[in-house]
């Protein structure tokens, strides 16, 4: 029985994308609420976890740490295993995961 309910979910999953494919719908974008993103910022600049930033802008997500805040909305984003260091504001930010 459990393999014609996954049977059933898969052919569903399936369906779903292609409608979404062939009618160009688009899924909701994520974003977190502001109190929850100051949170989650702070909290990841002192733990120094390493975190994947996703943009309001739909640039690519960004998977990194932050290294230091610059004022109160704005820190500085270095790229995990590159050079690459972004400055970036909680006005451009959709969510934050920790990875």
Known sequence: MENKAQTFQTVRH???ASYRQ????EAPK??????QL????AQSL???YRVAVFFKDDSPALVGHFTRQLDEHRFILQAYQSNLVRVVSEA?????KRV
Do not use: G, K, V, Y
């Open 30 to 35: 994520l974003t977190m609420p502001a109190a």
């Open 46 to 48: 002192a733990r120094h």
């Open 38 to 41: 100051q949170h989650n910022t």
């Open 92 to 96: 451009e930010i959709s969510f934050i």
């Open 22 to 25: 062939f009618f160009a719908l």
């Open 14 to 16: 399936n369906l779903m």
